[in-house]
């Protein structure tokens, strides 16, 4: 039967019947940020700055201020982010459908590959054989690429070398593909972008953020625990910040699975 009645879900979540996985990093200033070249801009880490802590500046009271950029952390990347989706309608995070922000997750285990090869690039085989064994993925569902890479240390993370960063990805055609003949709502990863880490290097250059945006779909970052989730079945809650004309924005990003 149609679940028509809010509160079945929450009693489903207090009884342990549904889980609730946090997939989100903790914002904080020794978070890697992703590094460009030089003589582009570049984004700070976050800087948390305390306004009062129960003391003169604020005797009875906590708080502080913070400064990020909106592709810091575990975070979100709308359409316009990228040239490609740059004149699309509602491509921005104050604009796009709240409908997406709650969608089915296709976790594909990459664990193996990404611990043999830091350039690990995920190909269009590699998918259709988790097909096989998982059934098709429908439109307006979440590719998230599990490789255990939140599992790193934060020096290893980035994985800068003199040539740039190494870090996992998917391809160019599997990017396109799952974009034009899947339908996927997005894709997420566990590294510091939805590409690889020489994917400048590719044709188009960062077909992630290519491919995605340019088709109004979304990106997801700095997740983590995704080897918590099933190949199918869980539900993804990721709510971007409303930001006005915002480009992307950390956020608290939760999956709920089937309990035990
Ligand atoms: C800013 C500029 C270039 C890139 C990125 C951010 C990301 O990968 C991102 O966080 O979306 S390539
Ligand atoms: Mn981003």
Known sequence: MALTDPT?????IASGA????DLTFTLSPDFPVMVL???????????IRTISRYDDAGPGWYWNEISLSE?????FDAPVHWHTGKDLPNGSVDTLP?????APACVIDCSAEAAADDDFLLTREHVLAWEDQHGKI????????????SKRNFQDYANLKEDGAHT?????DVMKWLVEERGILGFGTETIGTDSGQATHLNPPLPAHHYLHGAGR??????CNLDQLPPRGAIVFAAPLKILNGSGSPLRVLAVTPGQ
């Not at 549904?18 to 996985?21: D, F, N, P, Y």
């Not at 030089?38 to 800087?47: K, S």
């Not at 429908?138 to 890479?149: A, F, Y």
């Open 8 to 12: 079945e879900f929450a009693v489903a």
């Open 18 to 21: 549904l889980r609730i996985v």
């Open 37 to 47: 070249p030089p003589e582009l801009g570049q984004a700070a880490p976050v800087r």
């Open 71 to 75: 592709h810091t952390g575990t975070h």
């Open 98 to 102: 709240i409908e997406h922000m709650v």
């Open 138 to 149: 429908e439109p307006g569902q979440w590719v998230l690429m599990r490789t255990d890479w």
């Open 168 to 172: 996992p990805g998917p391809d160019v």
């Open 218 to 223: 979304y990106g997801l970052q700095c997740l």
